[in-house]
């Protein structure tokens, strides 16, 4: 009779709270329960006081001082076309509309593109009887330049009339106006937009356009299985280690003579790389060229031979950016109107910062920003007021901060953000407003507008649904954590572990890494996505941990590029020094620690399980590189040279070669089987190893997908996989 009150007591608590609801893979990757809502997707308009949305098939139009809606510029229904996207010519009388689009690679896609003018609400289809890879109003709003099977035409809006501009193009061998696969991916800008190679002058009387000759670039098959008797084949043009790069020239199109100027050969020898256009006035090209092992950088003034009627144009040094390891091309370039200087960015110093110059003479004027931190993001100068806008890795190098910095350097910096985390904004034409981006470990996103002084004065999305259900299914708190390698080196990391850990109960550890040159997991920023998988995890019994590795990014020049010629060897030393501190931990079952990666990822948690054997019980590897002489030139190049030059480099960091270390069989290698970026290749070759070498393994292989492993319930698939095999092995 005594058990009674206890049993009563029980059921009121249970009435009272409620039991912790339980994360299933359905909630991760079917129904994304715990993904956030994105920021607002602004247009803000170059008068600095509205903005406009896509919302239900219209373009509606705010006002930033009332936030009211105060018209309608494309009323639903009004145009004829399912368009996805749209953005304005410079004097915002036209809209480029993009309709029926289709992913091509990781940045580009191919579409059709119409143009709607405000004023008489009339229709222009842009590219006809092809899907265009690329398009572009003129600035004068005349004309829209657009890259149609690998050739550029014009369209002239007022009349319709259309001219080729080039004839040459041929999938496979002559790519005009669009980047090739491998610019593509490796020099598109850090913003996740795609890489350019088509820049209108100021006036809009020419443009500038880079040239990709793709003849001797060796070819890439890819196996598509659909059902059909035969497997489908194509293939695509993949330059590897040592092999030809595409050979890439800059061509600038005349078009009141519908002619081109006659340009210099920019390139000091055949394989550098040409990788951005930006036009420093309506007569003046800059042209950044990088020689092949990346180790300068060239920015190259084309400047006219006199301004006769028809331009001719010569060549000149700007500025020349060296480095022991590699040269990163940043997007920080800006021209400046008066007087004649230009803003750059550079490590030389041993971390990133913001630099002033002058034009005429290429002189070095001032620092712009200084200390021992990363400026990481650079959102534009307000040249009416001497400003310009820009993000550091600041407090710490797992956080960001936004900064006002003054041009002549006389006012200290201000700060506009206060609370820690991640914040980033997006500044109004005119910089009198900004959208604010903040979110920590902890936190979703929180999206905010406010006054250039910093003051709020709307939320446009606080992701409190999100909030409420993290309590709901007893999300724990991500904490931070730091440990010294044996060398000395301090690392940041972080873990997610249960609230009460049970008294004398010892967990296992999943690692989750990526740890690539200049990345960072280990970052005050909310995870949405993998995010709820860990959490999971956590519910499942397991402590998740992240390590960022020496070569990743935030913490300077030094730290990121010490990795230099022998990729992967620290790396993988510090993700086994992580594993070992993690050991010592009193709750933490030192036999039990597992690691899983994706892409790069996924290369060092191979390597970790095979040179780390004695520390990591198990390891997922999801599309990664086993052998680096396999993956593309110019990012292997970058940070390796060539096997040519740095053999060893090769040999002793490419995992294939010590399939023999392998422990237990706990080693699970998944693929995309049409993965246009890390090759299936690579786990081909890395399973005749392990078959060789005698070692058992686990794999899953999935047809038809890309570097993404998506469509078609893949992604739910696949972490089933992940997490059957971590549940059985781990």
Known sequence: MRLIPILFALLLVSIILPAQKKITLDDCFETYRFYPNNSPDFSFMKDGLHYTLLENDAIERYDLRTQQQDSTLVAAGEIKIKFDSYSFSKDEHLLLLRSETEPLYRHSVLATYHVFDLHSRKLTKVNVGSPAQFAAISPDGTKVAFVMNNNIYVRYLPDGRLV???????????????????????????????????????DGQRFAFFRFDESEVPTMPLTWYESGVYPRQSEFKYPKVGANNAAVSVFIYDIAHERFAPCPDVKVNPDDYLVRLNWASKFNLVVTRLNRMQDTLDLVLLAPEGLGEYLAFEQELLLRETD????????????????????????????????????????????????????????????????????????????????????????????????????????????????????????????????????????FEDNDHILQLRKQYGFVAKSFFKF??????????????????????????????????????????????????????????????????????????????????????????????????????????????????????????????????????????????????????????????????????????????????????????????????VHFQQTAEMINALVKSGKMFDTCYYPNRDHGIYTDNATRHLFTKITDFILERL
């Open 164 to 202: 080729q501009v080039t004839d040459d193009g041929q999938k496979n061998k002559i790519i005009n106006g669009v980047p090739d696969w491998m610019y593509e991916e490796e020099f598109s800008p850090a913003d996740g937009e795609g890489m350019t190679a088509l820049e209108w002058n100021p």
């Open 324 to 459: 022991a390891a590699y040269v990163d091309v940043a997007d920080y370039l800006t021209f400046l109107d008066e007087p004649h200087q230009y803003i750059w960015s550079s490590e030389r110093s041993g971390y990133n910062h913001i630099y002033l110059y002058d034009f005429i003479s290429g002189n070095l004027l001032s620092p712009l920003t200084s200390g021992n931190f990363d400026v990481t993001s650079f959102y534009g100068v307000d040249e009416k007021n001497g400003k310009f806008y820009y993000q550091t890795a600041t407090p710490t190098p797992m956080d960001r901060q936004v900064w006002e910095g003054d041009l002549k350097g006389v006012v200290p910096p201000r700060l506009l953000t206060t609370r820690a985390g991640t914040n980033a904004a997006i500044f109004t034409p005119t910089f009198d407003h900004y959208l604010l981006d903040w979110s920590d470990a902890n936190t979703p996103n929180v999206a905010t507008l406010h006054e250039r002084n910093g003051s709020f004065l709307k939320t």
């Open 484 to 677: 010294n390698t044996p060398d000395g080196t301090e690392l940041n990391g972080w873990m997610l572990r249960p609230d009460s850990l049970e008294a004398g109960r010892k967990y296992p550890v999943l690692v989750d890494i990526y740890g690539g040159p200049g990345s960072q997991t280990v970052q005050n920023q909310y995870d949405g996505y993998i995010g709820s998988w860990h959490q999971m995890m956590v519910q499942q019994g397991y402590i998740v941990v992240s390590v960022d590795n020496r070569g990743t990014g935030a913490r300077g020049r030094d730290f990121k590029k010490c990795t230099q010629l022998q990729l992967g060897r620290l790396e993988t030393e510090d993700q086994i020094a992580a594993a070992r501190y993690l050991a010592t931990q009193p709750y933490i079952d030192s036999t039990r620690i597992g690691i899983w990666g994706w892409s790069f990822g996924g290369y060092l948690s191979t390597s970790c399980i095979l040179k780390g054997a004695d520390v990591f019980k198990m390891a997922v590897a999801v599309a990664p590189v086993t052998n680096w002489k396999w993956y593309d030139a110019a990012y292997t190049e970058r940070y390796m040279h060539t096997t040519a030059t740095n053999s060893k480099g090769y040999e002793e960091n490419s995992p294939v070669n010590f399939t023999d270390r392998l422990r237990g069989g706990n080693y699970l290698i998944c693929h995309g089987m049409t993965d246009d970026n």
